[in-house]
């Protein structure tokens, strides 16, 4: 919590002061202009997204070669490439994917991407495997299948074992990696959204191990929201608290490193500038200057000239004029850097406080009288928290004056003036440990305040989805639906289990279900839990480590796996649901052994943090994992030693959906370095 308490003085330093012009959003040329959207109809999103270069990217003077995602209804394209036209869309600041709970997101994806770029760090870890630049799609934060293709069903879920190739460029090396799909065609999606699915907001990006980092920072990143804030912003009647009085944005953050001759450092060095202005330089206005710095190897590397560019919706620098209050729906669409986020006063240098509504996706739904201690453990470092104002509630509300944000991160917050004519967003610097990286201080947004007294509501009322989704019946209290061959519906496993064990062996239907039951994969003993160490191997890259611990927190003999880089072959957590194919529930503590903070990210599900205060359901599928002492090397053996002191987080994680998927540390230099693991999750017989 310590970087909370110079907040203060360092946005004292880096303000500038603005003023209201009175101009309205529509006539001012920096006003943030709102995201491109696409939204599905009769209950299916049907859509081509091409990845390839963008020629046309200005960002803060320079023009560099972003990689975007061109978007159109499949209908529309011809030859599988979208037409140039007002109904195509290839902004580098992306588009949202507008779904409603029920839906099926249906993309074909075309990779037409150059090769991976010189700085790709690990472009030729596997000789020509990566160099071709292969690309894939994951819906993160999202709670689907992670279905395979195969067995008489061509398209995959939420699959990230799949790379797909350039047309023409044949995959070099896939008898050498068997699990792995690969293809120089189009990949096609069909990724269902359950009926009880929550409503919020997700992203998805790219996710092909090695190039995590570079295709995110190089621009590949959109937005995806499942129904509506309306389906939890209410009145006391039960009636739709957001109206055309409140507006909505997305705030969609994304930075890029841009060196003098316009070209784009994929593989991003946290040196580029320096953490903070001299006390004579301008306010960082979207950007740093760059500086000379040294590579991973410790060579000089000269970044002057150049600019990190930080932007928000592809726009550097924009005006907001809020108009009373306004709800925004931010995401951390960065491939390695954290914020602090922070809406100081141009006048006062005071941080100005905000109503936390949802976080990574889910709304909040914290029980009236919860003690304030008790929330603060369950956000953890999340939220810089301080005192509401009154209001009408439907639930405890939360606010705060800092948001923390760690890479994949989502925050929805009610913003009003507090007495503010004008505000500046912003984070200021930020050191993520001994061994880690210096994230620079910026200015974001520019914010001018007017008044609307019936816009101008202190506390939103909440009827959020984090205690109902946990439930009986909801998506995280249920038994997971199915896509099966030749069936059009989604159907409950239990009932496609019946369904196949009426059809031979042979049949497509018969091999999907078998595919999704694994009798070696085995529930652990009733009070016992897994830990996961994230730490750097021998060979000085990332990795993660594991064992289980039994009901007195001893670890048992035999599952130690000391901490190695990902291995996509090698399943390091294998579990059943509960009986009857109900989801199960498992605690999963967190070790870093390292010098520098990592973050936790889990695909197809949420996580609860759990403190020993109290079951505050708080649903997140990303949290920081704090660095120990300055004694921790990164190594298992030296914290059992005692030598490395470290923070522990713990977890309780619900498993309702089947197959295999992946958790991770969502720094993408340390993902596609190593610190990543497979999970398979299997249906019982």
Not at 89 to 103: E, H, I, K
Not at 560 to 566: C, E, K, L, R, V
Not at 597 to 611: A, E, G, M, S, Y
Request: glycine content about 10%.
């Amino acid at each position: 919590m310590r970087r909370f308490a110079f907040i203060l003085t360092l946005t004292l330093l880096l303000l500038s002061c603005g003023s209201n012009s009175g101009s309205s959003p529509t006539e001012d040329p920096a006003e943030l202009a709102d995201l491109p959207v696409f939204q599905s109809v009769n209950g299916v999103l049907d859509i081509l997204m091409e990845a390839r270069v963008s020629t046309t990217t200005q960002l803060a003077g320079f023009q560099p070669q972003a990689w975007v995602y061109q978007v159109c209804q499949r209908s529309a394209a011809v030859n599988n490439t979208c037409p140039d036209d007002s109904h195509t869309f290839a902004p580098y600041g992306g588009v949202r994917l507008q779904l409603q709970a029920g839906d099926h997101l249906k993309i074909r994806l075309v990779n037409r991407l150059p090769p991976a770029p010189d700085d790709a760090e690990h472009a030729n870890d596997d000789p020509g495997m990566l160099a071709a630049n292969p690309t894939n799609l994951h819906t993160h934060g999202m709670i689907v299948e992670p279905r395979r293709a195969g067995n008489g069903d061509s398209t995959y879920g939420d699959y990230v074992y799949v790379l797909g190739y350039p047309a023409g460029l044949t995959p070099p090396l896939y008898t050498q990696h068997p699990g792995l799909d690969y293809t120089d065609q189009p990949i096609d999606y069909d990724i269902y959204v359950p009926p009880n699915h929550p409503s919020g907001i997700f992203w998805f990006h790219p996710h092909v191990h090695g190039l995590s980092l570079n295709q995110v920072s190089a621009g590949m990143a959109g937005v995806i929201t499942v129904g509506s804030i309306n389906d939890y912003l209410k009145d006391a009647s039960g009636a739709p608290l957001v109206n055309s009085n409140v507006r909505t944005r997305y705030l969609l953050l994304k930075d890029m490193e841009i060196e003098k001759d316009s070209s784009m450092l994929t593989q991003q060095d946290s040196g580029f500038c320096a953490p903070d202005p001299a006390p004579t330089d301008a306010p960082r206005e979207g950007f740093c200057p760059g500086q000379p710095s040294t590579d991973d190897q410790g060579n000089p590397v000269d970044h002057t000239g150049g600019r990190w560019v930080h932007s928000i919706n592809g726009e550097v620098f924009p005006h907001m004029h809020v108009n009373g209050g306004e709800v925004w729906r931010i995401t951390d669409a960065s491939g390695s850097r954290s914020y602090d986020l922070t809406l100081v006063d141009d006048t006062t240098g005071r941080p100005l406080a905000f109503q936390v509504l949802s976080l990574d996706g889910v709304s909040l739904d914290i029980p009236v009288g919860t003690p304030a201690t008790q929330i603060q453990a369950a956000l953890r470092n999340r939220v810089s928290t301080v005192p509401c104002p009154s209001g009408a509630l439907g639930s405890q509300p939360v606010c705060g004056n800092t948001m923390h944000v760690m890479p994949s991160s989502r925050a929805e917050i009610y913003v009003t003036s507090n007495g503010s004519q004008s505000a500046t967003l912003l984070t200021p610097s930020y050191q993520s440990g001994e061994t880690g990286d210096d994230w620079p201080a910026i200015h974001l947004a520019h914010v001018f305040f007017t008044s609307n007294p019936s816009a101008n509501a202190r506390v939103l009322s909440i009827h959020g989805d984090s205690r109902r989704a946990l439930v009986a019946g909801g998506v995280l209290g249920s038994s997971p639906l199915v896509k099966l061959p030749g069936v059009a519906a989604d159907v409950p496993i239990n009932d496609a289990i019946r369904m196949a064990k009426a059809t031979p062996r042979t049949q497509p239907l018969r091999k999907q279900v078998d595919s999704l039951e694994d009798p070696t994969c085995q529930a652990l003993p009733a009070g016992h839990t897994r830990r996961i160490f994230f730490g750097v191997p021998s060979n000085g890259e990332f990795g993660l480590g594991y064992e289980e611990l039994d009901e007195n927190g001893t670890p048992v003999p035999g599952t130690f796996q000391d901490i190695a880089p990902f291995d996509h072959s090698s399943i390091t957590v294998c579990l059943p649901l509960a009986p009857g194919n109900q989801p199960v529930t498992e605690q999963w503590q967190l070790v870093n052994v390292s010098g520098e903070d990592h973050n936790f990210h889990i695909h197809q599900t949420k996580f609860r943090l759990v403190d020993g205060s109290g079951n505050t359901s708080v649903l997140m599928d990303s949290i920081a994992v704090p660095h120990g002492t300055d004694a921790c090397d990164g190594t298992v053996a030296t914290w059992r030693s005692g030598q490395c002191q470290v923070n522990t987080v713990t977890v309780a994680i619900p498993f309702s959906q089947i197959g295999d998927f992946v958790y991770h540390c969502h720094i993408l230099e340390h993902e596609d370095g190593g610190m990543m693991a497979h999970i398979r999750v299997v249906a019982q017989p």
